[in-house]
């Protein structure tokens, strides 16, 4: 084990220990007397003390020292009661240690550095994770060190070494919610590395000199080495799901969902491994994504046709029961609970140990035994089961009442080719579409089918029917040789599990349908488009019967899942299950496909494909080296895959093949189409490495799957069409990838798959940048740096929020980047604006968000707040004048919001009389004011621009507010202020001027001197005129500011300012 280091003199260590192995740090020693037959007096004397001595002064006999070159003191850093213990401990630190020791100048360094890493070994061996008291400790110094908040929670800590310059430095590494923070502290130097999980673009397992196991985290700006963990694997696990959950989190457009196991989850590490636990049971068994596993069972299963007992793990979900053998192929058991009419406990023998007897319809049985804790177990499993006896009672109660097969709503008219249908759409069909169009079957090929009949038959006579069937290799060799028409549709509903979703929501379909059929979406005109393009060379998609077919079970579809609604390539899909299977089993066919079997693939973004392709490649890199060695571009080659994954085959291979493919598919789970990519891509190794380009292999690899074709056809004919080229059985074509890619298994692929979900959905991420960026280029001055640096900087004050929010932030991702709310734009304001209001900062902030959000939706898009800045930052003085003054009349200012200002200026609240006589007209300044206003309208040419309503007074008191708090601190300040009084007091006056003139304005006004006075008001040309006087104010807003420089000051505080707001908000909360 490892032990604390501890100083020991080296001369004193020699006489007492021997040395077995050594190197240039390490020595290996072993304790004098132990193991020795030679009988010398020295090794006599020493085991003689060590039996004398009692059993906590002993001393084990193994050990292994730092001995670092020219030093007088060695350090004890393990020890182990028999060599292979201590040479596990060894293997190590050869491994791990000795070479990264050698870059180190002096001896200090290399004993810090190793007293250092074994205490970080010892904490680890404890548990990964400190006692709770300890953890509470490292949490506070976690926020002391970095400025994260108290709501940012620790959920692992590994002790490593981070690489810098080519040097390990050793430390901690904490892995929170959000973010993956490094802290070492050695020989006086400090280092800190604090990554939020959004930034993270890539975690991987690399070799790097000498060291030979580093994991590697990549962001955009530069990657990260870590080495020397305890637990690799356990590390970079946890590192790839918590950056996982993080992107699925902050990038909602991805159109991916948190995992339904962590949303009412505190997030902790054990939460994280029984995630992974369920993700890798629901793949294995094939079960749909919303089920959790509820205990798992060692035991053994009594399988009939072994004639004996099979050990292997028992697996309980919500509603399923899950047997798997130790020996994989063996047997595979999957039983509903909607099956279950019984689970009870046996008598208990020798023979038989705490037995199980589950009872299914049927009239089957299975026995298990050897099942621990079985009491706890049954309760579990029963309580389960009477709760979904109960909830289907209710389901089936809501839906006791007939659905009429012909829909009661009137009929909606949809026209092809300018003719009009005129089959009834309502009508499900209760056959499968082949056997309606299907004409005489030739002899040799009724004759193959009736041989796999009777094959099927012994098998289902020797390891039962129905989807609680064993499911052993023999099946999958079945399957493989093709399974024959008549049975099709109930196999894929057996060996998917479909049959289970169907049969809890009796006439669920046909009030889809009904449903569906009289609502116009996009999805369904979508559905429109390509009902025509699906196997248009099949009879049965050229009579209306399965063209009506088709479109219920898609519309039913958008219908049923509207989160996905419809995508290309479902068609195709759907078309080939209605060929074999009835429409409602059709219809179920596809949402456990979509829904369970291929999750995220048929959306949008199609973000599940793109991530296969993803993995496909380094499989692709990684089985089939010799075609990666030969191919320039392995990439493009993997992205011809993406069709082969969309349609399952179905678009690439004859439809006979390519029904082969979908048995295989139903039965084995989506590694098969991997599988199947690989051996088509190895088999074309030699022609693939004579293409030119991408467009080339494409061709090859088309030419060479049309010639896949089915035993059960014409070879003759094939041969004809396709010349002197030789053509590949499909039977022959899935044995070889079963044989030398058939340990591709269901939990490394989803392993896989969330590793490489993190580059798949950054790429998601750096397309909304491009487009947004692309959008707003043309239409601003920013410079392409400028508009870079806010779009991230935007971004980051959105995760902040979805990091330490209230857990509802409203803002998010559109097509045009991110958009923010009220409280995001005000730290965003207060930090880019050049314009500094002091306190009145937070008035001018709403107040410019209520002005840009002309929509009134409460959020900016990123391009609205690139055009606000940019107005400040690059448009003339006159464009500035004008927002301000915008800022400070409706919308913007409101009638409600309150003047905190007591104060009434005299000039404002003047006693002068209503009237004055002006008997030579207005005054010589009003004459100069209005001539110069007209000079300026002329010089501007700003007719184009809605004019503005005047300013009234209450809303002037409110400009002048801003203008002083604008100045505070200003290195030219008591010119400005100066400069402002003189605008303030030539405005007054001409507001006073422009209140008589009103008030005399009238038809009528002479005839009434005590006639009311008009309102007091100035307009934008005014005040703009008036300013233009002044040239400290005219220099103040025409004064050159660096946005690129104002970003890169926030941004070094932009956690902890908008971290310590938060924290307040909710303190206060």
Sequence with gaps: MWLTPEEVPVKSAL???????????????????????????????????????????????FRIVLQVPCSQVSWVIASGASLEEVKTHWCWLEVNLLDSLSVFENKEDITSFVNGKIKGLIADESGGQPDPEGLREVAVRLEQRFGLPQREKLIAQYTCCLWKSHVPR???????????????????????????????????????????DVLRV??????????????????MATITQLTDLALRRVLPTAGLRTPHTLIHTPLTKRALDDHVLTQEVLSEFGLPRRESVCEVRVCALWTPYLRSHTHGTLVTTDTYLCFSSREPGVCVLIIPLSEVLSVEKAETSSVLPDPVIVSVRGRRAFQMVGVCERDTLLEAVTERLRTLRWTHAIYKGQHTHPTPLISTTPYYTFCYDGKAEKS?????????????????????????????????????????????????????????????????????LTLSDASSEMATHPGYYAEL?????????????????????????????????????????????????????????????????????????????LVTVCERMLPNYFNRQIIGAQVDQSVFEELLRERVPELCASVADVSALASVSLSWFLTLFLSALPLSSGVCVLDAFFCRGARVIFQLALAVLHANTHTLATSTDEGHALMILSSFLEQVKHDEEDCVCAEAAAGSAEHTHITTLLKEAYERFGDISAKQLERLRCRHRIQVLQSHEDTIKENALRLVTPEVSLSAEEL????????????????????????????????????????????????QEGAHTDTVARRTFTLLDQNQSNLLTFTQITHWLDMLYCEELNVKIRWLYRLHIPPALMDSEDDPSPLKSPLLSTTRPLHVDRPNGESGYEEQLKQMLKDLAK??????EKPLPPMNQREFIQFCKTLSNMFHGDAEESELFQAIAMVTSLLLQIGEAGQRGGGGAGPEAGA?????????????????????TEAALVAFFERPADLRARIAAATQRQYQQRAAMLELEHGSG
Excluded at 177 to 203: C, I, M, P, Q
Excluded at 515 to 539: F, M, Y
């Design 15 to 61: 006489k007492l220990w021997v040395t077995e192995k050594s190197n240039d740090f390490f020595l290996l020693q072993r304790r004098r007397g132990h193991g020795d037959t030679g009988g010398k007096f020295t090794g006599m004397l020493v085991g003689a003390l060590d039996t004398v001595l009692d059993s906590n002064a002993r001393v084990t006999p």
């Design 170 to 212: 050793q430390g901690w590494l904490h892995l929170t919610h959000n973010h993956l923070a490094f802290y070492s502290y050695l020989l006086g130097k400090e280092v800190k590395l604090l990554l939020a999980w959004a930034d993270v673009t890539g975690v991987e397992r690399v070799s790097v000199g000498r060291v030979t």
């Design 218 to 235: 990549r962001t955009r700006a530069r990657q990260r080495d870590f080495s020397m963990f305890l637990s690799m694997d356990d590390a």
């Design 424 to 492: 009834q759409r309502h009508i499900i069909s209760t056959r499968p579409l082949i056997s309606l169009s299907q004409s005489q079957m030739p002899k040799h090929k009724a004759a193959e089918e009736r041989r796999k009949e009777v094959l099927w038959d012994e098998r289902f006579e020797e390891f039962g029917r129905g989807v609680h069937m064993f499911r052993t290799a023999c099946l999958h060799k079945l399957v493989a040789m093709g399974i024959p028409e008549s049975l099709r549709g109930e196999l894929w």
């Design 513 to 589: 349908v009904e449903r569906s059929l009289a609502e116009v979406t996009v999805a369904t005109d979508e559905i429109e488009r390509d009902l025509h393009r699906s196997l248009p060379e099949h009879p049965a998609f050229q009579s209306e019967s399965g063209i009506n077919a088709l479109r219920r079970v898609l519309r039913a579809y958008a219908h049923h899942n509207t989160h996905i609604g419809y995508c290309q390539s479902m068609n195709i899909l759907a078309s080939v299950l209605l060929l074999y299977a009835k429409e409602e089993e059709a219809f179920w066919l």
């Design 788 to 835: 870079s640096e806010l779009y991230d900087f935007i971004k980051t004050e959105h995760l902040i929020s979805v990091y330490w929010g209230d857990g509802v932030c409203v803002s998010g991702v559109c097509s045009e980047g991110y958009q923010l709310d009220l409280p995001q734009f005000k730290s965003v304001y207060s930090a880019l604006s050049p314009w």
């Design 939 to 944: 010089e501007k040419e700003r007719d184009s």
């Design 1008 to 1028: 009434e001197t005590t006639a009311p006075r008009a309102d007091w008001t100035v307009s934008l040309a005014q005040i703009l005129a008036s300013l233009l």
